[in-house]
């Protein structure tokens, strides 16, 4: 009489458990997908798979660089199986391109005497900032080691993070409210590859947690 119970309650505790795996299953069978439209186009996107803690740039399907995630907190319940895109970024400090003047024999020549916009390097690119998405999602981007600069960057994002996350719970029917954000930390290198990397409209894909 007493396996009767048991065996009630076995039952009751693996029914939650199959649909989560079937839910689970049907996203990344969604999200392999989504992925294979985007790698036909042989064009640039991202996965950012929080299951693995990586960053991947891919083209035609295929890794051109990994970027290692050293941690990662999700805020809201942003949709899975949904490729997003890249619509804004914002950083702490801005990024400025150094002008360089403009000089030459041809004293007549227009261009002489002004300046014209430095190719930026990859070392001028931030470490702490946030990538606006087109569905209201924002991923912030934090240095695992900082600086000066960095620790003021990462008081006022945090400052800013707590603000938008309140705001979220106020007026939950938003775009923002609901899709959330992510953060996530990277190394000050690969922190500054993606924002040199990810350009405005490029396609990206996540890989969240199971659940």
């Keep these: 009489?007493?396996?009767?119970?048991?065996?009630?309650?076995?039952?009751?505790?693996?029914?939650?458990?199959?649909?989560?795996?079937?839910?689970?299953?049907?996203?990344?069978?969604?999200?392999?997908?989504?992925?294979?439209?985007?790698a036909r186009t042989d064009k640039l996107y991202l996965l950012i798979d929080l299951r693995s803690s990586v960053i991947l740039i891919k083209a035609g399907g295929s890794t051109i660089r990994r970027l290692p995630i050293s941690r990662s907190v999700v805020h809201g319940e942003p949709e899975r199986a949904k490729v997003r895109r890249l619509v804004a970024k914002k950083s702490f400090f801005a990024v400025?391109?150094?002008?360089?003047?403009?000089?030459?024999?041809?004293?007549?020549s227009a261009l002489v005497g002004t300046t014209l916009p430095e190719i930026?390097?990859?070392?001028?690119?931030?470490?702490?900032?946030?990538?606006?998405?087109?569905?209201?999602t924002s991923l912030v981007i934090e240095p695992a080691t900082v600086d000066w600069r960095?620790?003021?960057?990462?008081?006022?994002?945090?400052?800013?993070?707590?603000?938008?996350r309140t705001l979220r719970h106020l007026w939950p029917w938003t775009p923002a409210a609901?899709?959330?954000?992510?953060?996530?930390?990277?190394t000050g290198s690969d922190a500054r590859q993606l924002y040199w990397s990810f350009d405005l409209g490029t396609p990206c894909l996540f890989k969240l947690p199971a659940g």
């Design 150 to 164: 960095g620790r003021a960057g990462l008081v006022w994002s945090g400052g800013v993070g707590i603000l938008r």
């Design 120 to 136: 930026l390097e990859l070392t001028e690119m931030p470490d702490n900032y946030r990538l606006l998405l087109d569905d209201g």
């Design 1 to 38: 009489m007493r396996l009767f119970p048991l065996t009630i309650l076995l039952f009751l505790l693996a029914g939650p458990v199959v649909a989560d795996e079937r839910g689970d299953l049907r996203d990344e069978n969604l999200r392999l997908k989504a992925e294979l439209k985007l």
């Design 96 to 108: 400025r391109r150094p002008m360089v003047p403009i000089v030459g024999p041809d004293q007549e």
């Design 178 to 186: 609901k899709n959330g954000e992510i953060v996530l930390g990277l």
